[in-house]
């Protein structure tokens, strides 16, 4: 039986063990088995159905809302957790924020390790998914100081959930050898616990390696995530690697191979209902069929990823949409209607401490006054970033910064 199927069957055992347990008379101790029963039902329809699924809501819910009446803090923390998890998947910002703030004043509740770890963490992730890079990255290096620790029976490892968010924080704070450093150890990591934690560490390296532009660690990773993913039923592995091969083949100049292989990836991923990460590769798409010479094709869709932006309240990759939205307006010398995307992107860079994002939409920009004839502005507005990139000298962003900055000089 795959995995899939013996998390169904637990959680329909489970389902019965519930039904049986609410129509017991009301003690503590049925109260509890009650709440644990729903813990480990949410996580069971976390792992067969993905972390979205109304029914693993449920379960959270009801252990959250039996852990709250029992005024016990630890089961309570775990529920948190578990409904904070299917928030920020389905890109349920508030609703996350709203866990975040349970969770720091649980911390102060149970001041031990395992608490302090985990709540850092999550509080970590929705500060980084808010877009609020400086503060999540504050709570995460508090983790990293703490250190692994031995963590319950989780929807996925702690320790490798933290290497993998400091790894996407750095990278978008304009750091990407260190990047690239931490997404290679939570994926070494991850290979020591269950499929499901290694292929999804891998679909995140994907990211990593996307945003750095790094074709070489991006082969790896999507190749793990494609072949773990599809070995083991794991479908968010699965479409995240079919993405990252298709970026592959872009870059290759296979472009209608590339921009199908991404595009099945985007609507793979679309289905298994986790869509925190539609954005950047809705936006990744946009560019490629820029660069394959469909310009009409690339304004549509990037137009859709700005609506999504706005509908889902998912940010942390606006800046860049909108840095690409202006690529567009200059490609068709609409040089107006450029500086106000990359003003736009710039000013979200900016307020978020992503630097990384900040000097693409630099670069941008910098291209457009260029082009105007406007090489001194160019130069100003170049300079302070390039500067403040410290990092990733073999990186194509970096490079292309530097070269531009010497040909305006």
Not at 203 to 226: C, F, P
Not at 239 to 259: C, D, H, K, M
Not at 380 to 393: C, F, K, N, Q, W
Request: proline letters at 3%; aromatic letters at 8%; hydrophobic letters at 45%.
């Amino acid at each position: 039986m795959s995995r899939y199927g013996a998390e169904r069957e637990t959680a329909t055992l489970l389902e019965r063990a519930a039904n049986i347990v609410e129509g017991l008379p009301r003690t503590p101790d049925r109260v509890l088995h009650a709440i644990r029963i729903y813990l480990r039902l949410g996580q069971a329809y976390f792992r067969s159905r993905g972390l979205t699924a109304p029914q693993s809501e449920r379960a959270f819910a009801r252990a959250w809302a039996l852990s709250q009446e029992s005024d016990d803090a630890v089961q309570l923390f775990q529920a948190t957790i578990g409904r904070m998890a299917g928030y920020i998947a389905g890109a349920r910002f508030d609703g996350a924020g709203e866990m975040a703030q349970h969770l720091a004043g649980l911390m102060q509740r149970i001041p031990l390790p395992q608490f302090t770890f985990a709540g850092h963490l999550f509080i970590a992730i929705a500060q980084y998914h808010g877009g609020s890079l400086a503060q999540a990255r504050a709570h995460l290096d508090q983790v990293l100081e703490i250190g692994e620790l031995p963590q319950p029976p989780a929807f996925m490892n702690f320790w490798v959930l933290t290497l993998t968010y400091v790894a996407l924080t750095l990278m978008q704070q304009g750091y990407p050898d260190q990047a690239r450093q931490r997404a290679q150890q939570a994926l070494a990591r991850a290979a020591m616990e269950s499929p499901y934690v290694y292929a999804t560490a891998a679909s995140w390296a994907v990211y990593v390696s996307v945003n750095a532009r790094d074709a070489g660690t991006l082969a790896i990773a999507a190749e793990i995530a494609q072949r773990a993913g599809g070995e083991n039923g794991e479908l968010m592995a699965t479409a995240v690697g079919s993405f990252g091969n298709g970026w592959l083949l872009a870059q290759r100049g296979e472009s209608a191979a590339g921009i199908t292989a991404m595009q099945a990836g985007i609507d793979a991923l679309r289905a298994t209902g986790q869509v925190t990460s539609l954005p950047a590769m809705m936006t990744t798409l946009a560019e490629a069929c820029a660069h394959a010479g469909d310009l009409d094709e690339a304004v549509r869709r990037i137009a859709e990823t700005q609506a999504f932006i706005h509908s889902s309240g998912e940010i942390r990759f606006a800046a860049e949409a909108y840095r690409v939205e202006g690529e567009m307006h200059r490609a068709r010398n609409d040089f107006a209607a450029a500086q106000r995307a990359f003003a736009r992107a710039l000013e979200i860079a900016r307020a978020q401490g992503a630097r990384w994002w900040e000097l693409r939409a630099t670069v941008s920009q910098a291209r457009l006054l260029q082009q105007q004839g406007k090489r001194a502005a160019a130069r100003r507005a170049l300079a302070p970033i390039v500067g403040a990139i410290t990092e990733g000298d073999d990186s194509p962003d970096v490079c292309a910064a530097r070269k531009l900055l010497a040909a305006l000089a």
